[in-house]
């Protein structure tokens, strides 16, 4: 079982190899780095001179945080410091190889890496600081299951709660890319404040029967179209494997398979003219506000 991360070096040439652990809190970047950062210490500890020393790593964005103009990581700029003291009298060159390749001093240096990584680390940490991402994803976290929290401690919204448990950045992304008509149906399809049959009955909107215009089986909710209704069974089968995805229905990116299940099917065009119709009181919209 893993403790964390861990740092492998492999001297194809000098016959020296290191591995290290780097506890709980550093991450790949870091790893990487002070990878680089060793073996330039071990060189100058060596005391070379006059030779040419190739240094090589599978992370470009190691390399390209040290090749950058502006440093703003302490062991970056420690990297970098040995790296130009051991150029001084010698010739460095700090290479790119690609990772998981087949190359034998990489994969030599992989293999020392996963050793240290399931090394216990002893002794304070973190050992080189806590990256900035780390942080982030521990904020993240916490907003998160605050969120996820408070939302499944909430009193009603069963429809919505098994459409969407916790927070979701992608379905969030994904419905920035539609246009308003699909946004306004999808939010509707999940809260089910939507103008199917049962929805428009409960709020006046109409008095007409609540059974869904598909199947005539069951009241027309939101609930019913997605789930239930056996009129749809062949394109729930044909979206999702199941004719009736109870646990089948993907949690992640529901806008595409809602609209995919629900298109075509004349069940959400109902305006605020043709809601007028089924209004008693003349004068009023359906809305309760005055008409035009």
């Given amino acids: 079982m893993g403790n964390g991360t861990g740092i492998g070096i492999y001297g194809a040439n000098s016959g020296w190899s290191h591995s290290a652990p780097l506890g709980a809190f550093s991450s790949v970047f870091q790893a990487e780095v002070l990878a680089i950062d060793v073996c330039a210490g071990e060189s100058l500890r060596r005391g070379h001179n006059g030779v040419h020393i190739r240094i090589l790593s599978d992370s470009q964005a190691a390399i390209k945080a040290l090749a950058a103009s502006t440093i703003n ?4 700029w420690d990297c970098y410091h040995n790296l130009c003291s051991l150029s001084q009298r010698n010739r460095v060159s700090l290479e790119w190889v690609a990772g998981h390749s087949g190359v034998m001093g990489n994969e030599n240096a992989d293999a020392l890496a996963r050793k240290g990584s399931l090394t216990p680390f002893i002794g304070p940490e973190p ?7 780390s ?5 993240n976290r916490w907003v998160t299951n605050q969120t996820t929290r408070r939302w499944s401690n909430l009193g009603g919204h069963a429809l919505s709660k098994r459409m969407v448990a916790k927070p979701n950045p992608s379905a969030s992304e994904e419905l920035l890319r539609l246009s308003r008509r699909e946004v306004r149906l999808v939010v509707g399809l999940v ?4 103008p199917l049959q ?3 009955n409960c709020i006046g909107v109409t008095q007409d029967t609540t059974l869904c215009r598909l199947c005539g089986e069951a009241e027309e909710k ?3 179209i997605i789930f239930d209704c056996q ?3 062949t394109r729930r089968f044909q979206l999702f494997g199941s004719p009736t995805p109870m646990e089948a229905f993907p949690c992640t990116n529901l806008a595409k398979p809602l609209l995919a299940l629900t298109k075509g099917l004349g069940l959400f065009d109902y305006t605020i003219e043709s809601a007028e119709k089924h209004n008693k009181l003349p004068g009023f919209s359906a809305f309760g506000l005055p008409s035009p």
Avoid at 127 to 133: A, D, E, L, M, T
Avoid at 191 to 194: C, K, P, Q, S, V
């Fill in 222 to 224: 939101a609930s019913h």
């Fill in 231 to 233: 009129a749809l069974s």
């Fill in 191 to 194: 809260t089910g404040f939507t």
């Fill in 198 to 200: 049962f929805h428009l």
């Fill in 73 to 76: 990581s302490k062991l970056v």
């Fill in 127 to 133: 050992v080189v600081g806590i990256p900035k991402s």
């Fill in 135 to 139: 942080f982030r994803a521990t904020i």
